[in-house]
């Protein structure tokens, strides 16, 4: 419904739900290519949510969902469960984000449960910009394909409260630096 638009192009009719279950909404305000467009389109700072999306995203759906997060204002709250994600996936997500100077949004929670996902993909995750990791307060990576869990090389998730990475290939012990990094800070309330 937005492709073709201009620079002078009228926003109003233009509703982007608050529960999304679709990519198609990000991929046509990306193939815009007008940032403006798309920072007037999510310039309200209500919580958005995505889940249970279908299709399963690519790679590229995920590049357009990260320049949105980039450009938007809004809180996102976002659950990809059991949708096939790997590494690439969330390279895509960080450098769309980066890729957005003084980017304004911020992801609450993050819900990548019974995915491909690996310690790369973990690294990728762990690497998005300070203002996207200190607003998270839920990283959910149950069911995943990981054998060890990274420590963040910033400081920076001061608001995490809850953090699930059970059902993973753990090695022993392969679990306890995250952990002991995060209770250094004493902002993590539960881990499973």
């Known amino acids: 419904f937005l492709s073709g638009l201009g620079k002078n192009c009228q926003l109003e009719g233009i509703n982007i739900p608050v529960k ?6 990000f991929r046509q ?5 007008d940032d403006r467009l798309i920072k007037d389109c999510l310039k309200s700072s209500v919580t958005r949510t995505i889940h249970r999306t ?5 790679p590229r759906d995920f590049w357009c969902l990260g320049k949105c997060i980039a450009l938007s204002q809004c809180i996102w709250q976002l659950g990809f469960t059991f949708r096939q994600l790997h590494s690439e996936h969330l390279l895509m997500l960080c450098n769309a984000i980066k890729s957005v100077e003084n980017s304004q949004g911020q992801i609450k929670e993050l819900n ?5 996902l690996d310690i790369e993909g973990l690294n990728h995750l762990f690497n998005l910009p300070p203002h996207c990791l200190s607003t998270l307060e839920l990283i959910n990576l149950r069911g995943n394909h990981l054998y060890v869990l990274p420590i963040p090389q910033r400081s920076v998730l001061s608001r995490l409260q809850r953090f ?8 022993y012990n392969g679990h306890r630096p995250l952990i002991q990094a995060l209770k250094n800070e004493a902002k993590v309330i539960r881990h499973v």
């Open 164 to 171: 699930y990475f059970h059902d993973n290939e753990i090695v």
């Open 20 to 25: 999304v279950r679709s990519f198609d909404t």
């Open 54 to 58: 279908f299709p399963l995203p690519t």
């Open 112 to 116: 990548l449960s019974l995915n491909e």
């Open 29 to 33: 305000l990306c193939e815009t290519q």
